[in-house]
């Protein structure tokens, strides 16, 4: 699995930090998505697809790449 974040659209407020901390955090300076883990382990998997499906901006971007 990648993870790939859309920053130009992210809004703040950390819906994905909230949902997943091991992976997302937020900016100190604007509140925007800092990206922790853009490879994630298999049993962080779930928690990145829960984390894509409710960002309010469709901002962060899960695939089955390698
Ligand atoms: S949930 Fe989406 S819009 Fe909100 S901080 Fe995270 S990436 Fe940005």
Redesign the pocket.
């Known amino acids: 699995m990648k993870i790939r974040?859309d920053h130009d659209?992210?809004?703040?407020?950390?819906?994905?930090?909230l949902t997943a901390p091991e992976l997302?955090d937020?900016s100190d300076d604007d509140?925007?998505?800092v990206l922790l883990n853009e490879q994630p382990p298999p049993e962080l998997h779930d928690r990145a697809r829960l984390?894509a499906g409710?960002?309010?901006?469709a901002?962060?971007h899960v695939t089955d790449e390698p």
């Open positions: 974040i659209r992210c809004r703040g407020a950390g819906q994905c930090a997302f937020q509140g925007t998505v984390a409710l960002c309010p901006n901002v962060i």
